[in-house]
């Protein structure tokens, strides 16, 4: 039987001028307690394909984006990954000690990363995987892949030992000054022809203390057309029709100011791509004019120019007055639609984009290409 102690890493406040090395251990106590000794590991790279297998022992949920990243400066990452957030994290493994100079290559490769747009990022993964990476974002985290990536991003040395100071180094640079740096340990040993790692981190509460870099790009936000929407028709328990809203060219939201305030944001001219929450896209359709309330919205029906509340409908979009005084009304937004289905024909296709929001810019170049290809539209 194996257990295993780690013995806490303490900050530099706690044991002020005094250097305290941070330590693993790992007893045999199928008797006395024996003390078992880390060995190498035979080959760094093993260390690498095991991070890739299972990002896990990392103690991060993430998603490995690259291994053995070219820069543009002739160096290599060894590991390239996203968190849920869409922050990029950076992994340099060392086998053995590593000297301090590790820091500042890897400080290097933090300079690189820093510039690495959205379509960058996509373009490393889709070096090493048949699916791409909305799908394998989608799948890892539940989630769509965010808008914007690599807003924040961290960097992480991965050894089974530190010097005393690339440890005061990497520290330092966390602590004081907020470098996203840490360093995670892993010790390597066999017993019984059995192999095990034991991790632990050098600062303090480990993957937390790895804090991102408040730097924000541009260029690390996908890129919108300046033409396709998103708007979400939430059918509210059948408050909603669908039907109603294929038969007479509209979508809707309201019932509280949060919901009307984005679908006012639609313009006229542009295309939208409608979806029904936890059912998939239904429409594709042109904006033809800004929100008006229910009870003044005019649609195009069979040619005419009519009032929609005048006409036969199935669902009901009143709404009682908000005890705030806010505006809970129903707002109507015309649309000529391009193609719709019924709601049983919904189309959904992991890592497709999703929004509570009632409207936003659709920026998700994989949604529109997935819409536009099952709805039979030609860009």
């Known amino acids: 039987m194996l257990g295993s102690c780690p013995v806490r890493s303490p900050t530099c406040d706690e044991i002020e001028g005094v250097e305290v090395a941070l330590e693993f251990g790992l007893w045999n106590v199928d008797g006395d307690p024996v003390r078992m000794a880390p060995v190498p590991m035979a080959l760094e790279s093993r260390l690498e394909r095991l991070l890739e297998a299972d990002p896990s022992l990392l103690g991060q949920d993430v998603l490995i984006v690259g291994r053995q990243v070219p820069t543009d400066y002739g160096k290599y990452v060894d590991l390239l990954a996203l968190d849920e957030e869409g922050n990029l994290l950076v992994f340099e493994l060392k086998r053995d000690r590593t000297p301090r100079e590790v820091v500042a290559q890897l400080l290097d490769y933090g300079s690189w990363v820093v510039g690495l747009g959205y379509e960058d990022i996509k373009q490393i993964f889709a070096t090493r995987s048949a699916i791409s990476l909305d799908e394998a974002f989608d799948k890892r ?19 089974s030992s530190l010097d005393a100071s690339t440890e005061r180094i ?7 000054f907020g470098v996203p740096i840490n360093a995670a340990f892993f010790n390597y040993f066999e017993h019984d022809d059995h192999s095990y790692l034991a991790r632990t981190w050098l600062v303090a509460d480990g993957a937390d203390a790895t804090a991102p870099s408040s730097i924000r790009r541009s260029k690390a936000t996908a890129t919108w057309n300046g ?4 708007a979400s028709f939430g059918t509210d328990g059948g408050k909603r029709s669908w039907e109603d809203a294929r038969r007479y060219g509209f979508v ?14 639609l313009p006229p001219g542009a295309r939208v791509m409608v979806c029904i929450p936890k059912q998939g896209y239904v429409g594709v359709g042109e904006v033809m004019g800004p929100a008006t309330p229910f009870a003044e919205a005019i649609v195009d029906h069979e040619g005419q120019q009519r ?9 009901d979009y009143t709404h009682p007055p908000a005890t705030d005084g806010s505006d809970s009304r129903e707002y109507v937004v015309p649309v000529t639609w391009i193609r719709t289905v019924a709601e049983p024909q919904a189309f ?3 890592g497709m984009f999703a929004n509570q929001n009632s409207a936003c810019k659709l920026r998700n170049q994989f949604t529109i290409d997935e819409v536009t290809r099952e709805f039979g539209i030609d860009e």
């Open 227 to 230: 033409t396709d929407w998103y």
């Open 307 to 315: 009032k929609l509340s005048e006409l036969p409908l199935t669902g």
């Open 348 to 350: 959904w296709k992991t």
């Open 170 to 176: 990497v520290d330092y640079l966390n602590r004081q």
């Open 141 to 159: 985290f539940g989630r769509p892949l965010p808008d914007e990536l690599n807003t924040e991003h961290a960097l992480t040395i991965v050894a």
């Open 252 to 265: 809707s939201a309201g019932g509280g100011e949060w919901y009307s305030r984005t679908l006012k944001s």
